[in-house]
């Protein structure tokens, strides 16, 4: 049984910093692309970042470039997202996803940037 779960979430100030972590079992996850989507209240749900198979290879919205960091350990079967700077239109609901012929989804982590 595939399963994605997120964990890290939380409330955080504005210029704070908040780890999420994101634990995969399933399937073979150094095959598999991960990302990180997140959707905000009223909008769609965006990539926000991801990191290829080796994780030689990451990408990010121009939103987050140079505010967040995305990992991962293929020995623990974990990819992380670091997030510093943290802006209120930060909040938003983060999704780990694996891909690679299919898609699988975690049900998120509630993250809020409010003072």
């Known amino acids: 049984q595939v399963q994605l779960v997120e964990s890290g979430g939380g409330l955080v100030q504005p210029g704070g910093s908040l780890r999420l972590s994101c634990a995969a079992s399933g399937f073979t996850f150094s095959s598999y692309r991960m990302n990180w989507y997140r959707q905000a209240p009223g909008k769609e749900r965006e990539l926000v970042a991801g990191?290829?198979?080796?994780?030689?290879?990451?990408n990010y919205a121009d939103s987050v470039k140079g505010r967040f960091t995305i990992s991962r350990d293929n020995a623990k079967n974990m990819v992380y997202l670091q997030m510093s700077s943290l802006k209120p239109d930060d909040t938003a609901v983060y999704y780990c996803?694996?891909?690679?012929?299919?898609?699988?989804w975690g049900k998120g982590t509630l993250v809020t940037v409010s003072s």
């Open positions: 990191i290829t198979i080796p994780g030689g290879y990451t």
């Open positions: 996803n694996a891909r690679r012929v299919l898609d699988y």
